[in-house]
């Protein structure tokens, strides 16, 4: 039987997460808006958001944590636990695996976001190679194809949404069914393509101000 379509913003930040004003209503708002069937809550470095709203919201979540690494930022999803921050990038993705989790390198070639850069190993299970957030976007985007063409990962695309005008600006279709086990298995067998735009500057000063606004 062929499996359906589905559209998932697999990076945003809930208001669980320090630097975000996004709201769970604003979650169930705008994934309709956006026509988005899932998302992946990717914290920064905590997962109380991710799995309190998977459990409080009426839309598919997938778990997951944005992790300080000592090389940059990685994604995983499929995460339920706390992966600790300050490990190196290879022992943080050790530690995504040991959970069952999915390695993501996020935005890695973005500027003033700690992207990973040269730190990128064919141990990811996925590269993000299409992020709202990242800057700048079409030469993020080209660096970041490249590489994952390179390594033969799969792509997947996020916003890193930080404030709600921004979800599901970047998303991946992937053939799979509505549950995070299929969608997390869509990505492995690289079912799955990826879509977006960049952020507009007014939405990029507002998820800058946003961040300050959360940090008084
Ligand atoms: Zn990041
Ligand atoms: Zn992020």
């Known amino acids: ?12 930040h809930s208001m669980y997460s320090s630097d975000s004003i996004i709201t769970p209503k604003d979650l169930v708002a705008f ?22 709203l998977a459990k409080k919201i009426d839309l598919l979540i997938i778990p997951g944590i944005e992790v300080s690494t000592q090389g940059g930022h990685v ?16 022992e943080t993705v050790d530690c995504i695996h040991k959970v069952g989790g999915l390695a993501v390198a996020c935005h890695p070639f973005a500027w003033f976001k700690g992207s990973l850069g040269k730190n990128i190993t064919g141990k990811f299970d996925a590269i993000e190679t299409i992020n709202s957030s990242s800057f700048p976007f079409f030469h993020c985007k080209k660096k970041s194809i490249k590489i994952a063409q390179q390594l ?11 404030n709600p005008e921004s979800i599901g ?23 799955c393509q990826v879509f977006g735009n960049p952020l507009s500057l007014s939405m990029r000063i507002k998820q800058k101000y946003a961040r300050i606004t959360r940090r008084k």
């Open 169 to 191: 600006l970047a998303y991946t279709v992937l053939e799979a069914d509505l549950t995070v086990d299929s969608i997390i298995n869509a990505i492995l067998k690289k079912r």
């Open 31 to 52: 994934a309709k808006k956006r026509s988005l069937d899932a998302i992946a809550i990717t914290d920064h470095n905590q997962i109380e958001g991710a799995l309190t």
């Open 152 to 162: 033969n990962l799969p792509h997947v695309a996020g916003t890193d949404a930080h």
């Open 75 to 90: 994604v995983g999803l499929n995460v339920k636990q706390i992966i600790p921050r300050g490990l190196s990038v290879d």
């Open 1 to 12: 039987m062929l499996k359906k379509q589905v559209r998932v913003d697999f990076h945003i």
